[in-house]
C-alpha cells in the first residue's frame, strides 16, 4: 500500500515545467495528489486530527545546468537564474492552473528535489548527471516512483540501484522509445538494442512495472501491468461539455444529434510532431480526400 501512514514517497521524471511534456506534468500532478492524500490519511491517524507535520512526497526533477539547454526547452520568456526561480514557477502553476494550493505550499505541500542534468538535442530528452539516487537520504527511501525508469536508468553512475536502495519500487511507462527508434534511419538496428536495453533496466530496478498502454513492449511479465494512472483533466472535459453543448443544442433544446447536414463534430487536443505519428496522420487525410474529394 503505497499510502499507508508514515510513508515517504518519491516521484522521480525525466522533465520540469515549464517544458510542458507529459513528463513533466503528469508527475508533478501525480505527486501533488498522493501528497493530498498522504495527509489525509496521516491526519486522520493522529491523536488531534489535525494536519501531521513533515513533508511526506517529494518530486524529483531535473535542474539544466546550461542556459542553453533552458533556453531551448523553455524560451526566451521563461528564463530561471536558479533552482528557487523555477521552483517558484512550478509552485506558482500547482497553485493557479491546477488548483492545488495546499500541495503548492512550499512549507507543508509538495517537497521539491533538484538532480542536475543537461539536455541532448539528439535525443530530445533530458538526462541526470552523476549519481542522482545518491541525493536521497537513506532514511528517507521509503517508496519510488521512476516515471520512464528505462530512460532515467539508459546513463547512470554505478552504484546500488533504485530496488535495492527503496523498500519498494514502482515504474511507470510513459513513452514508446521503440516505436520512436523504428521510425529513424538508423532504426534497424537501434530499436531492437533499445527494446533489449529498456527491458534490462526495468527488469532490475522496478518492483512493479505499469504501462499506461498494451501497445508498449513487454518489460517483464511477471511484474507488469496496464492501467491508464494519469486520468484525464477536468479541464479537457469542460472544454469537451463546452464545445459538445454548443454543438448539440440550441436555446436549451436537443434538435439534432449532428449538424444540420447530418454531419458530426469532435474536438481533438494532440502534439504536431512527426515522433507522435504525425506523417500517419497525413496518409491518412490523402486517404480520406481520395474517397470522400475533401480534407477531415
Not at 532504426?187 to 538494442?193: K, N
Amino acid at each position: 500500500d503505497l499510502t499507508r501512514p508514515g510513508r515517504k514517497i518519491f516521484v522521480v521524471t525525466t522533465a520540469s515545467l515549464p517544458w510542458f511534456t507529459g513528463t513533466a506534468v503528469n508527475p508533478l500532478l501525480r505527486a501533488a495528489y498522493l501528497c493530498r492524500k498522504l495527509r489525509e490519511i496521516n491526519s486522520h491517524n493522529s491523536t488531534t486530527g489535525e494536519p501531521s507535520e513533515g513533508q511526506w512526497v517529494t518530486l524529483v526533477i531535473p535542474w539544466l545546468e546550461l542556459e542553453e539547454d533552458r533556453l531551448e526547452l523553455y524560451g526566451s520568456d521563461n528564463q530561471f537564474a536558479n533552482q528557487t526561480a523555477q521552483e517558484q514557477y512550478i509552485r506558482a502553476w500547482l497553485r493557479d492552473e491546477a488548483g492545488m494550493p495546499d500541495e503548492a505550499d512550499e512549507e507543508s505541500g509538495l517537497r521539491i528535489l533538484w538532480y542536475p542534468s543537461r539536455y541532448h538535442p539528439g535525443l530530445k530528452s533530458i538526462f541526470a548527471m552523476g549519481d542522482l539516487i545518491s541525493l536521497i537520504p537513506e532514511e528517507d527511501a521509503d517508496v519510488v516512483v521512476l516515471e520512464e525508469p528505462e530512460h532515467l536508468n539508459w546513463y547512470r553512475a554505478p552504484g546500488d540501484g533504485w530496488a535495492k536502495k527503496f523498500q519498494y519500487s514502482v515504474g511507470i511507462v510513459h513513452t514508446n522509445y521503440v516505436s520512436y527508434a523504428s521510425s529513424q534511419y538508423h532504426g534497424l538496428w537501434t530499436a531492437p538494442a533499445i527494446a533489449v536495453m529498456s527491458s534490462a533496466m526495468i527488469r532490475a530496478y522496478c518492483h512493479k512495472v505499469i504501462k499506461l498502454s498494451g501497445v508498449l513492449q513487454s518489460f517483464a511479465p511477471e511484474k507488469e501491468m496496464v492501467s491508464n494512472v494519469h486520468g484525464v483533466r477536468s479541464d479537457f472535459l469542460n472544454e469537451g461539455r463546452r464545445r459538445g453543448n454548443e454543438t448539440l443544442f440550441k436555446d436549451s433544446i436537443v434538435e439534432t444529434a449532428g449538424d444540420a447536414d447530418g454531419s458530426f463534430q469532435a474536438y481533438f487536443i494532440g502534439k504536431l510532431l512527426w515522433a507522435k505519428g504525425l506523417d500517419k496522420m497525413l496518409e491518412l487525410e490523402d486517404f480520406y480526400r481520395q474517397v470522400t474529394g475533401d480534407y477531415f
